[in-house]
Structures are given as C-alpha cells and as structure tokens.
C-alpha cells in the first residue's frame, strides 16, 4: 500500500491527469486491507492531498497518515464533548483508554465520577437548545447519561451535534 501511496505522490507532481488516475485507482484497490473507518480517512487525506491542503512528509507511511488523522478526529470529538458538556476532559480520555462496554462502564464508579465532572449549565443549555424548549434538570441528567455513555462505548461514531 505505501509503495502505492508513493509512486501515486510522484506522478500527482508531474500533473499527467490519466496516470494520476490509474495511480489512484491502484491506491484505491490496496484501501480492501484497511478498516471502513480507515478507508474514510484513507480518501479524507487523498482528498487534502489533491487540493493542495496538506504537505506530504516523505519520512511517514501512509498508514501513519491515516492515523494522524483518526486521531485528530476523535481529539475533535473529544473536544467538542468537552467543551459541550464541561466535562473533565482527563477522565473522559482515561475511560476511553479503558475500551469501555455496557458491563464494565461503571466499573471503580469511574462513569459516575465522569458523570459528576459535567459543567450543568452548560448541559442543560445544550440540551434545550438541541431540543428548542426548557427541559427538568433530570431530564438534563438523562440526557448527560445517554450522550456520554454513547460516546464511550459506540465511540467516535456517536458524534455531538450542534
């Protein structure tokens, strides 16, 4: 695959669009290792490379790039979490590290702890304006609980809306 990724970066420089396409379409075939997420952000970088958005490091593998930018993504989800809900962002991180599921999510209380650490203001002001209407601080609660629940243990594909 990377030897793919690399001929490809060398005939994008020449600017021959029908090679370019071939070079592509042979990148394209080697992606059937990857995970579907990787393949996403197998085509995400492909894409930034066409349009002149990322300049390549020749020392990192494709692989790693594809990393790099998982990992960016799930940093902006966390992000988005945190400054959402004003949740503790070392706690999140910290079960996450954990690969949470459904029966060991509260394990040591650590999902109650994380609970505990959410900013309610600024819950309940996410979730009203989500919803369009005033909502019962339990109901925030509820909410809370569902929301970061769904983060950890569906991961980064439970993503915050704005």
Do not use: W
């Amino acid at each position: 695959m990377n030897s793919r990724f690399n001929k490809y970066l060398k005939i994008l420089a020449r600017g021959d669009k029908e090679e370019i396409e071939q070079r592509l379409n042979e990148l394209h075939k080697s992606f059937a290792s990857l995970s579907q997420e990787e393949q996403k952000y197998a085509n995400i970088l492909l894409h930034d490379i066409q349009s002149g958005d990322i300049t390549i490091d020749e020392s990192k593998t494709f692989k790693e790039y594809i990393a790099q930018y998982q990992a960016d993504a799930e940093n902006s989800q966390i992000s988005k979490l945190v400054e959402t809900l004003g949740v503790d962002a070392e706690k999140l991180k910290a079960l996450l590290r954990t690969n949470v599921t459904e029966i060991n999510l509260n394990e040591y209380g650590r999902f109650d702890e994380l609970k505990e650490s959410v900013d309610r203001v600024k819950a309940k002001e996410y979730f009203e304006k989500l919803e369009g209407k005033s909502m019962a601080p339990f109901k925030v609660n509820m909410r809370v609980h569902k929301l970061l629940k769904g983060f950890l243990i569906d991961g980064f594909k439970n993503k915050i809306q704005y």
